[in-house]
Every structure is written in C-alpha cells, then in structure tokens.
C-alpha cells in the first residue's frame, strides 16, 4: 500500500508560480499512474492532471491546459506539479492520488490512494 504526501502549497499572488510536490513511500512508485485533484471550498474534487507510471503519457483538464505541467521522478519516488499563470480560480486543496492501472485516468473513483492534501491560494 502506498502513502502519498504533497507539500509546496502556499499563498502567491495572481501570474506567480508554484510547483507541487507529491512523496510516495511504502510501494513500488513505478507500479502506479499518478494524478492530482483539487478541490474549492464548497466545490466537488476535480480532475487537473494526470501521468503514467513511466512519464510517457500525460493527460490535463482544459481549466489548466498550456498553465501546468505534471512529471515524476522514479527515482525518488515523488510526482511534481508545475503551475504557472496561476489565477484566483486555481485556489483549493491539491492532492495527489495513485493508481495501479497502465494508463492515465481523469476519474476520482479510478484511484486507490490520496495524500491529505496541500493548500493553494492565489490572490488578486
């Protein structure tokens, strides 16, 4: 079973960058695709990208399509979200979620694992 914890989250002004960090432990990294989601106060989890277990495929929600970037790193175990151009509309709760399927998916209820959660605030 793998645990998952993001970090990197903090206050930044609107068009400032952020990049999100997610480590894994307790699994073989490489066995599962990866995600990350956030949520908005009062807001349903969305989808915002996800990878494949080696980084050959990547799959974004057309809200934040051409502004981040998903990637990992094998090696040390941990899956990045680099955001740019960020916007009011981007804050919320991140998390990071693993699944130990082949390709990417963009469904909540396809992942088995999340982390808690890190915080992203975006001012005006």
């Known amino acids: 079973q793998v645990q998952l914890v993001e970090s990197g989250g903090r206050l930044v002004q609107a068009g400032g960058s952020l990049r999100l960090s997610c480590a894994a432990s307790?699994?073989?990294?490489?066995?599962?695709?990866m995600g990350w989601f956030r949520q908005a106060p009062g807001k349903e989890r969305e989808f915002v990208a996800a990878?494949?277990?080696?980084?050959?495929?990547?799959y974004y929600s057309d809200s934040v399509k051409g502004r981040f970037t998903i990637s990992r790193d094998n090696a040390k175990n941990t899956v990045y979200l680099q955001m740019n151009n960020l916007e009011p509309e981007d804050t919320a709760v991140y998390y990071c979620?693993?699944?130990?399927?082949?390709?990417?998916?963009?469904?909540?209820?396809?992942?088995?694992?999340w982390g808690q959660g890190t915080q992203v605030t975006v001012s005006s």
């Open positions: 990878i494949d277990r080696y980084g050959g495929s990547t």
């Open positions: 979620a693993a699944h130990s399927g082949y390709t990417v998916f963009a469904i909540h209820d396809q992942y088995n694992y």
């Open positions: 307790g699994g073989t990294f490489s066995s599962y695709g």
